[in-house]
Each structure stands twice: as structure tokens, then as C-alpha cells.
């Protein structure tokens, strides 16, 4: 089970950091990745880092913005988001795959979203 956390309304240029817990002993033999959804768009990748944490992707839109992390022990990772902009409102979620990938139907398991919202 994916928890998502730590959205919420921001104003351009702010920041907010989203965390997302997983259940049980496996976090750290999952890739994690954050995806989302704007209204009316389809689901976009958005971050991904591997299972050790030794390398991340990012989508070209959130590039030198965005960063994610994990902490293997918390079972949890979490999306550091900066100099925020209205096009990212969207719904974010967090998911799980065996291993990272921009596609976001291959991703396994997902949570059920937080929402941010940037104002101009």
C-alpha cells in the first residue's frame, strides 16, 4: 500500500515536498516513481529512482525543480519540489515497479493521489 502526503496550494515560486509511505518488508526491492495528472490530461511521469537509490530521472519539464529521494529504512520517498509553477497543479501519485521506466502504465502498484495546486 502506497500513502501519499504534503500537498496542498502553493503560490508560483514556492516550494512543497511530498512524501509518499509504503506498507510492508519489500520498499526497498521496488523502483519508486512519481507520477501526475492534470485535469483533463493523461498521467505523466514526472520522477523515478532506483531501488538503491543510486541513480534518478526526471521528466524534462521538472529537470533542476524537482528532486526525489528515498529513505529505504522509513520505507518511504518523498518529491522535493521547488520554484513551483501553475502547470504543475496536477494530482500526484506515487508508484512502485521492479524497476524504473518512463512509461507510466508499466508501474505496478500506485497510491491514491495528493493534490497540488499552484496559483499565479
Known amino acids: 500500500q502506497l500513502v501519499e502526503s504534503g500537498g496542498g496550494l502553493v503560490q508560483a515560486g514556492g516550494s512543497l515536498r511530498l512524501s509518499c509511505a509504503a506498507s510492508?518488508?519489500?520498499?526497498?526491492?521496488?523502483?519508486m516513481g512519481w507520477v501526475r495528472q492534470a485535469p483533463g490530461k493523461e498521467r505523466e511521469f514526472v520522477a523515478a529512482?532506483?531501488?538503491?537509490?543510486?541513480?534518478?530521472y526526471y521528466a524534462t519539464s521538472v529537470k533542476g525543480r524537482f528532486t526525489i529521494s528515498r529513505d529505504n529504512t522509513k520505507n518511504t520517498v518523498y518529491l522535493q519540489m521547488n520554484t513551483l509553477k501553475p502547470e504543475d497543479t496536477a494530482v500526484y501519485y506515487c508508484?512502485?515497479?521492479?524497476?524504473?521506466?518512463?512509461?507510466?502504465?508499466?508501474?505496478?502498484?500506485w497510491g491514491q493521489g495528493t493534490q497540488v495546486t499552484v496559483s499565479s
Open positions: 508508484a512502485a515497479g521492479p524497476y524504473t521506466t518512463y512509461d507510466v502504465p508499466l508501474w505496478d502498484y
Open positions: 510492508g518488508r519489500a520498499f526497498s526491492s521496488y523502483a
Open positions: 529512482i532506483r531501488r538503491s537509490a543510486d541513480y534518478t
